[in-house]
């Protein structure tokens, strides 16, 4: 099950919300470089085992902070559960789809990926989805656990007046935009946008983009349901006209 066109424009969708990460995943690097109590080789360690940029910049800043090590745990789990809503959207889509993919394809379920596979139409094959999905998600991989390494290593000589924290609204940012495609989209980014710039300085670190994220989200399904209803509404009107 492979389509190299979807391989292809798997790249190409990924492009415009990959070029911050380099950025990201410097900032990350440089923390966890800098940082005395966590190591450099379990620090970037954390970047393929959790692998999600927010939650363990939050986890890192919280433990530079004294935070303990649950509480640091129960930071990542808070903030990566929008992937499960991630899932639940992507769910219909693969629910055909082989059960290799179906266990490996959460590995690399990142909002980037999930944003430029949600964009994708319904009609696609599976192949096409699969391959879309699959080459998206590694490509990201890399570049981020790439990105964080070399924030490590040369992060001891980067000067302190060289600042990278543009690179983290700029990603999200990015997102927000794909994300403008019909009017509870568009409402939701907006949402999202002003409570994540309102509670940027919420603790831990990392708390307001899920707070932006969470509410944004639910406004959105709110609409949807709003939109759906009246929808409905209107056709039993219309079959009562017609009878």
């Not at 969708?13 to 080789?41: H, K, M």
């Not at 944003?115 to 080459?135: E, I, N, Q």
């Not at 707070?211 to 219309?238: F, K």
């Amino acid at each position: 099950m492979w389509d190299r066109s979807a391989a292809i424009d798997g790249i190409r969708a990924l492009l415009p919300l990959a070029l911050p990460a380099p950025f990201f995943g410097l900032v990350l690097g440089v923390q966890i470089g800098e940082s005395p109590l966590v190591d450099n080789t379990a620090g970037w360690a954390s970047s393929w085992l959790i692998f999600g940029g927010a939650s363990q910049l939050a986890a890192v800043t919280l433990l530079n902070a004294g935070g303990s090590a649950v509480l640091a745990v129960l930071t990542v789990l808070a903030i990566n559960s929008r992937h499960i809503m991630y899932s639940a959207a992507l769910q219909p889509r693969f629910r055909d789809a082989p059960l290799w993919f179906r266990y490996i394809g959460p590995y690399v379920l990142v909002d980037q990926v999930f944003a430029t596979s949600d964009a994708r139409s319904d009609d696609d094959s599976m192949a096409y989805r699969v391959s879309f999905y699959l080459v998206s998600g590694v490509c990201w991989f890399l570049l981020w656990n790439l990105s964080v390494l070399a924030g490590i290593l040369v992060g001891n000589v980067v000067p302190a007046s060289w600042s990278f924290d543009f690179a983290v609204p700029l990603m999200f940012l990015g997102l927000m935009v794909n994300a403008l495609k019909d009017r509870p989209g568009i409402v939701a980014a907006a949402i999202s946008g002003v409570i994540a710039v309102m509670a940027r300085d919420l603790e831990p670190a990392g708390s307001g983009l899920l707070v932006g994220a969470l509410c944004g989200m639910t406004v959105a399904a709110l609409l949807d349901w709003r939109l759906e209803s009246g929808s409905d509404e209107q056709t039993d009107h219309s079959l009562k006209n017609d009878r």
